[in-house]
Nanobody, 123 residues
Framework: QVQLVESGGGLVQAGESLRLSCAAS????????MGWYRQAPGKQRELVAT???????NYADSVKGRFTASRDNTKNTVYLQMNSLKPEDTAVYYC?????????????????WGQGTQVTVSS
């Protein structure tokens, strides 16, 4: 019932910037928290940043001061501005959203994931 589509990944050099976007679509009633996670080869998926519906943010220590998460509730979209990228930021980045959607005459809340977008930072 709900899809998350990410865009904006790519290959950059250390010190450069990228901006990721994730748009949610479907029978959405409301979206609670949205966020970004990443998974590097051989490592577990880890939290990067989250944004509440009110705009409050939370960041992993490793990205504080370099990454900025934001969202546009009118477009059901969350963004991740990544500055001063480092080789250790290389990973597949996944969008995550906690979505309340309509089902018949009622509503249901579920967690959704995007398909992932590759970010590669060369030294």
């Amino acid at each position: 019932q709900v899809q998350l589509v990410e865009s904006g990944g790519g290959l950059v050099q250390a010190g450069e910037s990228l901006r990721l976007s994730c748009a949610a679509s479907g029978r959405i009633f409301s979206i609670n928290a949205m966020g970004w996670y990443r998974q590097a080869p051989g490592k577990q998926r880890e939290l990067v940043a989250t944004v509440t519906s009110g705009g409050s943010t939370n960041y992993a220590d490793s990205v504080k001061g370099r990454f900025t998460a934001s969202r546009d509730n009118t477009k059901n979209t969350v963004y991740l501005q990544m500055n001063s990228l480092k080789p250790e930021d290389t990973a597949v980045y996944y969008c995550n959203a906690d979505v309340t959607y309509s089902v018949g005459v009622g509503y249901r809340t579920s967690e959704y994931w995007g398909q992932g977008t590759q970010v590669t930072v060369s030294s």
